[in-house]
T-cell receptor
Framework: GAVVSQHPSWVICKSGTSVKIECRSL??????MFWYRQFPKQSLMLMAT?????????EQGVEKDKFLINHASLTLSTLTVTSAHPEDSSFYIC???????????????????FGPGTRLTVL | GIQVEQSPPDLILQEGANSTLRCNFS?????LQWFHQNPWGQLINLFY???GTKQNGRLSATTVATERYSLLYISSSQTTDSGVYFC??????FGAGTRLTVKP
């Protein structure tokens, strides 16, 4: 299958600071990436859809000025949590959608692959 | 938007038992995937199955698109199968998940 990495895997920051999380598709190009957050013992909540070269589409209730998303290349999307507060503490996960023509037939178009997640703690 | 419901919410099995997890969705879908989230939070792709039946070792899945449900079968369960199983549809709207605990 395809590999998606996230960095950092965990981060602790002080209230009021900004944190950037990177999501990379390592062995395929992803025109679309997704960002989720997950609270303990809950499901994944889609925050935004990121398309390469265009503005992200945010889900209802997600503050676009708070969670800045940039998808500058076909292999990299970043999520910046600006002026983080303790309530922003969560597990953030990205995913990348497989392209039309995958690796040696191993990928199905539209199949999504997830990064390992980033655990953010805001003090 | 599409509603995704998974059942049961929790499932406790003895090692070696079989189980069936269900995912219902409220409208027709183009994409459906099953994932296993391990204790470290990593989501592992199990099946990409918008329709039909697939098998991979002890796991298999069936999606009946016309009736808007998908089933994940786990046979001869092992303790390493423990974790949360999610189904997700279309733009990856996730169900609430089924928390599986397999006891030795």
């Amino acid at each position: 299958g395809a590999v998606v990495s996230q960095h950092p895997s965990w981060v602790i920051c002080k209230s009021g600071t900004s944190v950037k999380i990177e999501c990379r598709s390592l062995d395929f190009q992803a025109t679309t990436m997704f960002w989720y957050r997950q609270f303990p013992k809950q499901s994944l909540m889609l925050m935004a859809t990121s398309n390469e070269g265009s503005k992200a589409t945010y889900e209802q209730g997600v503050e676009k000025d708070k969670f800045l998303i940039n998808h500058a290349s076909l292999t990299l999307s970043t999520l910046t949590v600006t002026s983080a507060h303790p309530e922003d503490s969560s597990f953030y996960i990205c995913s990348a959608r497989a392209p039309m023509q995958g690796l040696a037939g191993a990928l199905s178009y539209n199949e999504q692959f997830f990064g390992p997640g980033t655990r953010l703690t805001v003090l | 938007g599409i509603q995704v419901e998974q059942s049961p919410p929790d499932l406790i099995l003895q090692e070696g038992a079989n189980s069936t997890l269900r995912c219902n969705f409220s409208d027709s879908v183009n994409n459906l995937q099953w994932f296993h989230q391990n204790p470290w939070g990593q989501l592992i792709n199990l099946f990409y199955i918008p329709s039909g039946t697939k098998q991979n070792g002890r796991l298999s899945a069936t999606t009946v698109a016309t009736e808007r449900y998908s089933l994940l079968y786990i046979s001869s369960s092992q303790t390493t199968d423990s974790g949360v199983y999610f189904c997700a549809v279309d733009d990856m709207r996730f169900g609430a998940g089924t928390r599986l605990t397999v006891k030795p």
